[in-house]
């Protein structure tokens, strides 16, 4: 099936050096499906494909792509990978459908309590009086802008009823209509890409508050379909990391920018000023090291994306939205990783950009006593995925 060769990408005039790329002649491609948001952490799966970084390692990538987190879940049967914030991975581990191979990025400065021109002038006010009153905020449910959205208002002391305050609607779309209209909320809880459609309406000053103001971690996860195949979705994951070392390449950045813009662009988003595009790439991406390191567990059987996690657990169980407090180390699957990893040439082609080595995806998932290389990262199985 697989037979080596040899091909010069040719990706852009623009790069600034050329890269030269040993690839698999492929006999033919395996079709995979990868689920996406229109946003920041999107985008690596996007320009991996736009770059034919899974044609390289003889897949044929589908993207849908979805406006929020909920609805993708809903159709996990129709995708094998998916990127999504950490409310709809845990949607997924209580529906019993998923578990989380990874971090798609740290989206903390990008999600946000924001405001219209009314609620920029009216803040203060609140903050002096210590509560929303009456005030309508409008957010997407159990969100990470929902988290970061209460997160705030906890740091300036504003107390708030969720059931009296809170306006719910399913698309940050809906939260600018909203903040648009006369007759709608002068609050609301939206994350990049729409966050930045309320700075340009109503400058720097309508970021209220971010998950780095509230003090709170807010990271996304790489969700795998318990229904899809092992090595399939491994090789998935590996073109989505090659996606995110392109990101990371300093030399590629100009190029980078330009695909975001064109990514959201196709998305029915305006392009991202300067400003904004150096915030957006102000948020950190994982490679396939630092992958390794969030999944690493410490003495205590805790990893730090497992900690992450667990703090957006233990808020969802706490708004009802969740009727188990899970252990989120148990939804966390490091066998994707560990099987990249594993195969020190498909490990090095996710991370180099210049010459890279053949790839031969063909090593069988790594177990504990398969020599797969010691990490740090305890083996923990692959734990029930049944809703606790």
């Known amino acids: 099936r697989f037979q080596r060769g040899e091909a010069e990408a040719k990706h852009t005039p623009i790069l600034r050096k050329k890269i030269t790329i040993t690839i698999m002649a492929c006999s033919s491609l395996t079709p995979i499906t990868i689920s996406i948001q229109p946003s920041y952490q999107g985008a690596p799966a996007w320009i991996a494909k736009k770059?034919?970084?899974?044609?390289?390692?003889?897949?044929?990538?589908?993207?849908?792509?979805y406006a929020s987190g909920a609805p993708q879940v809903d159709e996990i049967s129709t995708w094998s990978i998916g990127s999504a914030g950490s409310p709809p991975n845990i949607k997924g581990w209580t529906e019993g459908v998923l578990k989380t191979a990874g971090v798609n990025n740290d989206e903390s400065i990008a999600n946000a309590l924001v405001a219209n021109a009314d609620g920029i002038a009216s803040w203060a006010s609140i903050v002096a009086a210590g509560t929303l009153g009456d005030t309508k905020i409008i957010v997407p449910p159990t969100s990470t802008a929902d988290l970061v959205v209460e997160e705030c208002l906890k740091k300036h002391n504003v107390s708030f009823d969720p059931l009296n305050n809170f306006v719910y609607n399913s698309s940050t779309v809906g939260v600018l209509a909203s903040l648009s209209d006369p007759d709608g909320s002068n609050f609301g809880g939206l994350w990049a890409p729409a966050l930045y459609s309320a700075v340009e309406t109503w400058g720097n000053?309508?970021?209220?508050?971010?998950?780095?103001?509230?003090?709170?971690?807010?990271?996304?996860?790489?969700?795998?379909s318990n229904e899809a195949d092992v090595e399939t979705a491994a090789l998935g994951i590996a073109a989505h990391l090659k996606g995110i070392t392109y990101m990371k390449d300093p030399v590629y950045r100009e190029q980078a920018e330009a695909y975001l813009n064109e990514f959201f662009e196709e998305q029915g988003f305006p392009p991202l000023s300067p400003v904004a595009m150096a915030l957006e790439f102000s948020r950190p991406l994982y490679n396939l090291a630092e992958q390794q390191?969030?999944?690493?567990?410490?003495?205590?059987?805790?990893?730090?994306l497992g900690s992450r996690f667990q703090e957006t657990v233990d808020f969802l169980f706490g708004e009802g939205a969740i009727s188990s407090q899970l252990n989120a180390e148990d939804y966390l699957d490091d066998k994707f990783m560990k099987w990249i990893a594993a195969n020190e040439t498909l490990a090095k082609w996710t991370m180099t950009l210049e010459e890279t080595a053949p790839v031969s995806p063909g090593a069988p998932m790594p177990t504990p006593d398969a020599g797969t290389p010691d990490t740090g990262t305890a083996d923990a199985g692959t734990p029930d995925a049944g809703t606790p």
């Open 51 to 65: 770059l034919g970084f899974f044609e390289e390692i003889c897949l044929d990538a589908t993207l849908p792509v």
């Open 293 to 304: 390191e969030m999944l690493a567990k410490n003495e205590d059987g805790v990893s730090l």
């Open 205 to 224: 000053e309508s970021i209220i508050c971010t998950g780095v103001d509230a003090g709170k971690s807010i990271i996304g996860g790489l969700m795998v």
